[in-house]
């Protein structure tokens, strides 16, 4: 029997948890170290042309498992540099041709020095800001007495030696500051601090929340509001819609940002739960050989309970429990998403394995037995009540 066609909002929902979980750079898409991506560059890909902005919002407000976040606001982060394929080296960016003015014109136009000069110090004050902040670009005119050397006098020498005037001391200076701009940084910001550093040392901002805009009642009020915000500040930052997935990325997201990393203390505890991972009882062997693996995800995924909205599989016949305590003891992190699922990724080959197991119980034909438990084989029933069950 075929199955029936999926609804609007599934095939809308798999899609997002797709591009949100596996699929963004597949799709092109640039992805945060948080997870966040452009909801309008999401919803221009061809899965998502049957989406808009309405449907998404409804959808992730009424998601039971809360699998989407959204932020309203803007990203303050500098342009990202484009990634580079394999074995692909950056283009070396020439200095613009300046203008080739012959010794006699030097010799009748002493000004003219002055004025090309003037215009390098114009470009290069121009380039110290841009829309993100302040940059620190240290003046490449300034020596150790404060001084800067006189136009006249740097013409007479380059004259004096056959050099053209415009391709000697500007070019220089031009390179000097590509050079400096390539390596400048913006001021506040530091990679150990609120941004975020890349291998490449781009440096990633947090985002900034802004307040959702009420919806206007008529065509009317909206270009009268649009006009009237224009006018108090045309240069405040234009908000936008970024969304990602709360947890599941097989993407590598550089950061954990959007986890909160669980302590060894009564609220770590508290959050973690049971720590328990549902799979299915005739892979216990192959676990029990090869470890708890987080697979082609970033992290293993853990229930806290078995009630409420974040539990084990529902055909689960196998459960692997875990222990903050002991994960913290052998320096395996835990965090807890924003929806609330627990997480590992586990040792650095990205394993629990066996001897870490707090518990394992196989749930067969009406009965749960225990099998495995701290470190050791076991057979017994389990308890009743004994997991919160």
Known sequence: MPRPPESPDVKASKGLAYILRHGAEKEGLSIRSDGYIRLADVLARPKMREVDVEMVLRLVSE????????????????????????????????????????????????????????SVQGAKEEMRTNSVGTIAIPSQNESSSGSIKDASEEQQQQSAQGQVQGQGQDAAEIDDLRSTLSKATIQGQKPNGNGVQDGHGFIELPLVALPIPEPSTSLTDSIGSEKQAESKDDARPKGEYFIRATQGHSINLESTAHLEELQNDEEGRRKAGVMVHGTRAELLNVLKSNGLSKMSRQHIHLAPSHSGAIVPRPNSTLYIYLSLATLAENKIPVYVSANGVVLTPGDKDGVVHKELWRKVVVAQKGTRRVVWEDGKEVERVEREGEEGI
């Not at 692909?88 to 012959?102: G, I, W």
């Open 63 to 118: 998601n039971a498992k809360q699998r989407f976040q959204l932020v309203y606001g803007y990203d303050p982060s500098p342009p990202r540099p484009p990634q580079l394929k394999k074995g692909q080296t950056p283009k070396k960016v020439r200095p613009a041709p300046s203008k080739v003015m012959s010794l006699k014109e030097n010799a009748t136009s002493p000004s003219d020095g002055a004025t090309i000069t003037n």
